[in-house]
């Protein structure tokens, strides 16, 4: 089968098209033959390792310290057909559409794969009725995760959030689930992104390079900070008493001053990240088949161009997700 191998921690050069033996599942696992995968910040900064010390130096340690070893495929979402089953698995049959997350163990970025049909760390749920296996792919890590951070910000009905970073896979995701939950919805992004924001939700949207919403001196039930690119004192000043402050990518400065805030005054800061669950899939799925929420896609590309799909993400241009097609033929099935 074909795979995109990550061969060295670098530029998007290191990803190349090859030749790998097909996996064959073991007895509690699906063969999934996968139809799209996504590529994300969060894949261009693990394959250039372009993260935080305290994160990047445990993952090389893991993953390998000159190389990639341990894990040589990337890819964290998929959708796709199970095409085989093991013997001891009962929530799935060959022919089911799927879409999930093969977890920290990567592997998206091939024609096949083998997860297990439930475990910690992946998830697979059965794919939205009305959904292509593009807008599927895309819902598994953005969804999730605005998901999580939503409900452990508790948002209510009549609430006022404001979202940084709205513009996202993240923040697509969070604008309408926000909506669903009844908040009144500000997201903030660049200016090509403002009509976008506005069409999927967004009550009012805010040009962060024209505008600093921490100096307008409006006020915010919640603040969910996706990108991480403003200090949290200065994000602080536009949260309410007992407001919530949620980030999805923390640097150590707002770690750190995020407990010192939970301990000591009204407001809570929440930096916990979500695990997908196929209770959460489910979840997610249910709401675009019911209209509440889609996915939004800015690009797609074909395999064996991922290398220039991870140059574009890596742009930070991007709204909503960026697609990689593995069988253009039968995506729209």
């Known amino acids: 089968m074909k795979a995109i191998v990550w061969t060295a921690y670098g530029s998007p050069e290191v990803l190349q098209l090859r030749e790998v033996e097909k996996p064959v599942p073991k007895d509690n696992e699906v063969l999934i033959q996968i139809h799209a995968t996504t590529v994300t910040k969060g894949d261009t900064e693990t394959r250039s390792l372009k993260l935080p010390l305290f994160l990047g130096l ?11 070893k341990r894990i040589t495929i990337p890819g964290q979402e998929l959708a796709g057909d199970i095409e085989s089953v093991g013997k001891d698995v ?7 559409q799927v879409f999930g997350s093969p977890g920290f163990g990567m592997g998206a970025y091939a024609e096949y794969i083998c997860l297990p049909e439930k475990s910690e760390g992946t998830a697979l749920a059965i794919m939205p009725a009305n959904a292509t296996y593009e807008e599927a792919a895309c819902i598994t890590l953005g969804g999730r995760e605005a998901l999580h951070f939503l409900r452990k910000g508790n948002i209510q009905r009549g609430e006022r959030i404001l ?74 000043r536009s949260l309410r008493e ?42 997610l799925s249910e709401l675009i088949e019911a209209g509440e929420i889609k996915s939004v896609i800015d690009r797609t590309y074909p395999m064996e161009q991922i290398p220039e799909a991870h140059r574009y993400v890596e742009k930070g241009h991007k709204k909503g997700n960026v697609v990689i097609t593995l069988d253009p033929q039968i995506l729209h099935s």
């Open 163 to 236: 979202i940084n970073g709205a513009g996202g896979s993240i923040g697509t995701f969070a604008i309408q689930l926000a909506k669903y939950f009844g908040a009144e919805v500000t997201g903030v992004d660049s200016g090509e992104k403002l009509e976008m924001l506005h069409s999927i939700g967004a009550d009012e949207v805010i040009d962060y390079t024209q505008e600093d919403f921490t100096k307008s001196g409006v006020t915010y039930d919640a603040i969910f900070d996706v990108v991480g690119n403003i200090s949290l004192s200065s994000g602080q």
């Open 90 to 96: 009962t929530l799935f049959k060959a022919g089911d």
């Open 58 to 68: 445990p993952m090389r340690i893991y993953v390998g310290l000159n190389k990639p």
């Open 242 to 283: 007992n407001g919530r402050y949620l980030l999805a990518n923390p640097r150590v400065s707002q770690i750190v001053g995020g407990l010192w805030t939970s301990m000591t005054s009204s407001k809570k800061v929440v930096m916990q990240t979500a695990d997908a669950t196929p209770e959460d899939l489910v979840f």
